[in-house]
């Protein structure tokens, strides 16, 4: 089965400051991983995403996220952190089930904090 | 605006009392999922559906069940069997058959028991 593991339920940061959200993972085959991110209330909004090429991924919002092979991570990051991305975020993988199906499946989640 | 819709909001069970939470969806999406998140537990699965009259359990469908008569709808009904049901419900829907695109997601229907 495919699982990704979110290390952290919280990381605190300050306005300002560079934020790391961890994210590993266990996968055969190829990695396809994502981010998404949920506001109190709302459901969840994507992120970006691996697929391949580039270790550096850039998505939505001014977040990037690292995959590091040798590692099995996928961290999401941000150089500057603003108050409004204080949120909920999950990293995910979509999992093989029968009947051709991949089920997204998701970490736990962290709770980002960023602090004014 | 292609998306997905959940209805209610908001929604009040009172004991023993059956209620079923909409999900409707434009973006011509086959597989629809239903997703139950509690604090601290992240997304688990209820209920998956591939395909239109087809639907399989996922790791927590004891006092649920769906159907899927059409392409765009996957209502989940919360059974009287199911003791604890106070929890924030998500329907999403993604492209069949393929790993690497990206779910899409409701806003979520907030049920609680009184």
């Known amino acids: 089965a495919q699982s990704v593991a979110q290390p952290e339920d919280q990381v605190n940061v300050a306005e300002g400051n560079p934020l790391t959200v961890k994210c590993t993972y266990s996968v055969s085959g190829n990695p396809y991983l994502f981010w998404y991110v949920q506001y109190p209330n709302r459901g969840l909004q994507f992120l970006l995403k691996?697929?391949?090429?580039?270790?550096l991924v850039k998505g939505s919002y001014g977040f990037e996220a690292e995959f590091n092979k040798s590692q099995t991570s996928f961290h999401l990051k941000k150089p500057s952190a603003l108050v409004s991305d204080s949120a909920l975020y999950f990293c995910a993988v979509r999992d093989f089930a029968s009947g051709g199906s991949y089920i997204p499946t998701f970490g736990r989640g962290t709770s980002l904090i960023v602090h004014p | 605006d292609g998306g997905i819709t959940q209805s209610p909001k908001y929604l009040f069970r009172k004991e023993g009392q059956n209620v079923t939470l909409s999900c409707e969806q434009n973006?011509?999406?086959?597989?629809m999922y239903w997703y139950r998140q509690d604090p601290g537990q992240g997304l688990r699965l209820i209920y998956y559906s591939q395909i239109v009259n087809d639907f399989q359990k996922g790791d927590i469908a004891e006092g649920y069940s769906v159907s899927r008569e059409k392409k765009e709808s996957f209502p989940l009904t919360v059974t009287s069997a199911q003791k604890n049901p106070t929890a924030f419900y998500l329907c999403?829907?993604?492209?069949?058959?393929?790993?690497?695109?990206?779910?899409?997601f409701g806003q979520g229907t907030r049920l609680t028991v009184v």
């Open positions: 691996y697929i391949t090429g580039d270790n």
């Open positions: 999403a829907s993604s492209i069949f058959g393929t790993e690497n695109t990206e779910a899409f």
């Open positions: 973006l011509n999406h086959d597989a």
